[in-house]
């Protein structure tokens, strides 16, 4: 389809005005027509997501399709109040103008999404990108083909591509789709591609989204409860295998405390993960994505070990790009795995003496996605909050933010620009437009020349 790019783009391009126009009855009935052609492949999706990745039934259900349902329902539930333009107050020279913010769609605007949540990440911005009424191309990962070619069949059943195109392709598709000018372009993956992405847009001054990754810290203190943050962070760290943008990358806690913890965390990961006999059970753990991304992870964990860390569980590759759960310990802040997002089953664990230690390790790193921090202390919790950046914050639990469509998901400065899902995709997707009516009794005509005597002196008291 590539040799369509241009085409496809054209004729957007020429839709988007009429689309401009849809009311929110013509976008609800599209977002409800996504589900429904959502619902019709959900046994084929599946089947895409046990290929590319080897997730189960359930663990793509919770984290894949029924994540998308919530979203299509949320934005139905609220598109009616989005939409609405929003009235605002007055200034002393518009005193008698009535001023809003109105939501205009942005046009025509691209959706790169990653592979290791090849739906789920494809249809949340689709799902706001409707709502918001553009016109929308989707480039699915090539590294999750079964999954992206789901998705092609899908967009193409329901939607004509002159509203919204799903294009496969490898890395050169990419390239072509950024040297067009799209309205808006909403990238998911990695920092480094984030900037090549942001380059591109640069070209025509396309506004960008960025929903990229980090080491993402978890922090304990000594009041934490220790069994019930080591069951939490195996699971958090071990779904889909590690490979999630918002998983806990590392481990800061007491010194006392890292036994115990890692007492509790390999008995949780042997009752999630694991049969009664020891194996791994491919039917709850996920693999890792291609031979490729298994061998690098492979090598960060011989390089961490050659640089002092200690093995204590895991590290084993086997043949069908399982990785078991790997857990380090004695890491020193020079690691090699400190230097670059985990994105695997690997956990490092790092002890600190005093909690501003483990504040100023955290700090010393590019802003994080997310931020976990386990606590019964509100003193310590507010003072991490406060004196460590990141994208969002999670207390006593991990990834769950992500799922409440209530609040704003995404990064800050190298984890990320700008915020998805409910309200924050729609507003991803729309232009605010500054829209004034001025009235018949007009009072600016006092701010014209020539000027009066004292017209100064009597807006600097009311300014």
């Avoid at 590319?52 to 109040?81: P, W």
């Avoid at 640089?307 to 895991?314: F, H, I, R, Y």
């Avoid at 400065?413 to 995709?425: L, V």
Wanted: hydrophobic share 40%.
């Amino acid at each position: 389809m590539i040799d369509q790019i241009d085409s496809i783009f054209q004729k957007q391009q020429i839709f988007k005005v009429e689309l401009r126009l849809s009311d929110v009855n013509e976008r609800i009935e599209k977002l409800r027509k996504l589900r429904r052609v959502i619902e019709s492949k959900e046994d084929l999706i599946y089947e895409a997501l046990a290929k590319d990745l080897r997730k189960s039934k359930n663990e793509a259900a919770i984290s894949e399709v029924l994540f998308i349902y919530g979203e299509i329902k949320f934005a139905i539930r609220h598109l009616r109040t989005w939409m609405r333009p929003k009235r605002v107050g007055r200034s002393l020279t518009n005193l008698l103008a009535k001023s809003s913010i109105v939501y205009q769609p942005k046009g025509t605007v691209l959706i790169i999404s990653p592979w290791n949540y090849p739906f789920q990440l494809t249809m949340s911005p689709l799902v706001s990108a409707i709502a918001a009424g553009n016109c929308i191309v989707l480039k699915p990962s090539e590294h999750s083909p079964y999954t992206s070619s789901v998705i092609r069949m899908m967009i193409s059943e329901a939607f004509d591509c002159k509203e919204i195109v799903c294009i496969e392709g490898e890395k050169s598709t990419a390239e072509t789709l950024l040297k067009l000018p799209f309205d808006h372009i909403f990238f998911t993956g990695s920092s480094v591609v984030g900037k090549q992405i942001m380059r591109a847009a640069s070209d025509h001054l396309s506004s960008v989204t960025l929903e990229l990754g980090g080491k993402s810290p978890v922090i304990l203190d000594e009041t934490a409860h220790l069994e019930k943050a080591a069951n939490k962070v195996a699971w958090g760290k071990l779904i889909n295998a590690g490979q999630t943008c918002i998983a806990p990358d590392y481990v800061l806690l007491p010194n006392g405390l890292r036994d115990e913890f890692v007492k509790h965390y390999l008995n949780a990961v042997k009752k999630m993960f694991f049969t009664g006999s020891g194996e791994i059970d491919p039917t709850r753990y996920a693999k890792i994505i291609n031979q490729k991304h298994a061998d690098r992870l492979s090598t960060l964990i011989a390089r961490s070990v050659e640089g002092g860390a200690t093995l204590v569980e895991g590290g084993l590759l086997s043949e069908d790009l399982t990785l078991n759960p790997t857990l380090l310990t004695g890491v020193s802040l020079d690691n090699a795995i400190m230097s670059e997002e985990i994105f695997g089953p690997i956990l490092p664990i790092i002890t600190y003496d005093k909690l501003e230690d483990a504040i100023s390790i955290v700090n010393q790193d590019e802003k994080p996605l997310a931020l976990y921090i386990f606590s019964e202390s509100k003193h310590h919790t507010q003072l991490i909050i406060q004196q460590i950046a990141s994208g969002g914050v999670c207390v006593n639990d991990v990834l769950i933010h992500v799922s409440n469509p209530h609040l704003p998901f995404g990064g800050i400065n190298g984890s990320g620009q700008g915020s998805c899902h409910g309200f924050f995709g729609f507003k991803a997707f729309s232009h605010e437009r500054a829209v004034m009516r001025q009235s018949k009794y007009d009072l600016s005509k006092w701010i014209y020349p020539p000027y009066k005597n004292g017209i100064f002196k009597l807006l600097k008291k009311w300014i």
